[in-house]
């Protein structure tokens, strides 16, 4: 059951914004299939708020290419692209191997970098063990990395690509083993860009965002999967 939201005490953006980060998740994990129907009142019930925060969170969503909105029939789920998803993991790499390159070139490491490394370069009794926190540690590490390039632009399409591909993301790290990999090939590609190493650097960073783009999209199947198993016996 969703807790009901006081209304009083949050602004009309920020329940659009809500209702945006609720209605995509529901996605994301599955509440709701592929090629399922609603109306908007059924989701204002759901999500206990007014039709008019619902309606802009909807047509974000179908901005974003999630749900579709059908003649006088309501909404719809579209089918989940993986297509879609695998382009935005490659722009992310291009993107993150271009600051490599950037920051390989640098005479000195600039100050988030050695952020960076006070976070990553630590004996594994002091890693970070709480898998929510260390998803938002991993998101950081590749926002920062591209930050710290200086270019302001290149920084500002990554933070997009990383808001879109955040909740399937997030799945990664639904697995315990992804924390010590995590540490450890974050570490590798660090040592390599302040090592000036270059062609390491961004051969190591491919294969850590390739590794995690597999990983995402075999969790993704399995639990679609799992979901729809789950929809056929309760009908």
């Not at 998740?25 to 908007?40: M, N």
């Not at 270019?151 to 990554?158: D, K, L, Q």
């Not at 997009?160 to 090939?185: A, G, P, Q």
Request: hydrophobic share 45%.
């Amino acid at each position: 059951m969703i807790p009901k939201l006081k209304f009083a005490k949050v602004l009309p953006d920020s329940l659009a914004s809500q209702a945006y980060t609720r209605l995509k998740a529901d996605i994301f994990d599955f509440h709701f299939l592929p090629g399922d129907r609603f109306s908007e009142n059924e989701m204002s019930e759901r999500l206990q708020m007014s039709r008019t925060p619902v309606r802009e969170a909807l047509f974000r969503l179908q901005r974003e290419g999630y749900v579709e909105v059908l003649h006088k029939a309501g909404w719809q789920i579209r089918p989940f692209d993986f297509q879609m998803f695998e382009q935005l993991y490659d722009v992310r790499s291009v993107l993150e191997c271009a600051a490599v390159e950037q920051l390989c070139a640098m005479p000195e490491t600039p100050p988030l970098l050695q952020e960076l490394a006070a976070l990553w370069f630590v004996p594994e009794h002091e890693r970070i063990t709480d898998v929510p926190t260390l998803s938002v540690h991993d998101e950081r590490f590749h926002e920062q990395l591209v930050e710290a390039s200086g270019n302001i632009e290149m920084a500002r399409i990554h933070h997009e690509i990383t808001e879109r591909i955040r909740v399937i993301r997030r799945l990664e790290f639904t697995k315990e083993m992804r924390i010590e990999v995590t540490y450890t090939e974050h570490a590798h590609i660090l040592r390599a860009i302040i090592e000036k190493r270059t062609c390491q650097a961004k051969d190591l960073l491919r294969a850590h965002i390739a590794l995690s783009q597999s990983e995402v999209k075999k969790i993704t199947i399995q639990m679609l999967h799992q979901a729809r198993l789950a929809a056929q016996l309760s009908a």
